[in-house]
């Protein structure tokens, strides 16, 4: 029996990623020409959870690529939120610092919100601040958007993936994805609907979606059977299964159908980190205004 076969476009963040970070890396460098100092992101991870230390490692690898100076405090499992506090109220005073980053999740013990809401909005580079995640609401422009949404929005426009007007539809209503995204999605004029475990029957929403994006953590929660011909396929999800990374999406069964699909690894990951470089470039320039 001949099988239908369907070649879809592949989005492809790493690829996109190196060219963004290219051109970020020679505005950096103009500056510095400039006299200028380097720009500055804190990283502060707590404790040692195998993959925060390899995200944590590999932002501060793509700093170093293109000229961003990068604090990394790795501290103790057992630290307090009182230190934890005082950390970042050191941080927000620094003025070679433009980015704190704290690397989620927390252990239990630190009161997680509390930790987040004492970065100084102005740099907040995950963009997780209760004001940015407002501003995010509110469309106002000079907040921080969170690193996933706003790599995902960059890599769809650079495909040309049109969102105004389409019925898009995120599987998982995180904080650090599907809720952000959502925001940023009808921002740009999408009509959107989340679902998450709650959800009666995820497939009657997927299989309705012009673009799917899945932010779930679930190994293959997204099958052939869900999606219809035709979709664009955003794959957030990041796990491990018997030594291999994969995504939500069930990919090589996916893809026959996709129209456009991203890859894991090698989609929406890159981009999450390149998003990352863009807002602490954005809080650098403007602190020294400009
Ligand atoms: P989260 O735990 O905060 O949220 C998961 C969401 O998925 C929840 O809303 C939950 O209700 C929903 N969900 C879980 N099981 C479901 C099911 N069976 N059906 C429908 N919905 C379900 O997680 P998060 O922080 O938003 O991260 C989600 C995934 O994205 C993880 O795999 C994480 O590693 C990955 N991630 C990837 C990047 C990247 O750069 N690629 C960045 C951040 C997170």
Not at 168 to 190: E, H, K
Not at 200 to 211: E, Q
Not at 248 to 277: C, Q
Request: aromatic share 6%; charged share 25%; hydrophobic share 40%.
């Amino acid at each position: 029996m001949e099988e239908k076969m369907n070649s879809p476009l592949i989005l492809n963040g790493k690829e996109l990623s190196k060219k963004l970070r290219e051109k970020l890396k020679e505005e950096i460098k103009d500056f510095l020409s400039k006299g200028y100092r380097k720009p500055g992101l804190a990283v502060i991870l707590v404790g040692n959870d195998p993959a925060s230390l390899i995200y944590v490692k590999n932002k501060i690898k793509a700093c170093k690529s293109i000229g961003i100076e990068s604090f990394f405090f790795h501290l103790e499992e057992n630290i307090t939120t009182q230190e934890l506090l005082d950390l970042i109220a050191e941080l927000n005073n620094r003025e070679d610092i433009d980015g704190i980053l704290v690397q989620l999740p927390l252990p239990k013990s630190v009161n997680q919100k509390e930790i987040i809401s004492a970065i100084l909005p102005s740099k907040d580079v995950d963009g997780f601040h209760p004001e940015n995640m407002g501003k995010l609401i509110a469309q106002i422009e000079d907040g921080f958007i969170p690193c996933t949404p706003l790599g995902i929005d960059l890599l769809m426009s650079h495909y040309g993936i049109e969102v105004k007007g389409k019925d898009v539809v995120i599987v998982g209503a995180g904080f650090i994805v599907g809720r952000p995204l959502s925001s940023l999605l009808l921002w740009r004029n999408a009509t959107v609907t989340v679902c998450h475990i709650y959800t009666k029957d995820i497939s009657k929403f997927t299989r309705s979606a012009d673009i799917l994006i899945s932010a779930t953590g679930i190994p293959h929660l997204i099958k052939e059977d869900m999606v219809s011909e035709g979709t664009v396929v955003i794959d957030v999800g990041i796990s491990k299964v018997e030594g291999k990374i994969v995504g939500d999406v069930d990919f090589e069964k996916v893809k026959r159908k996709a129209l456009a699909i991203t890859p894991v690894p090698g989609g929406v990951g890159p981009m999450t980190v390149t998003a990352l470089l863009m807002n602490t470039l954005k809080s650098y320039k403007k602190r020294n205004l400009l």
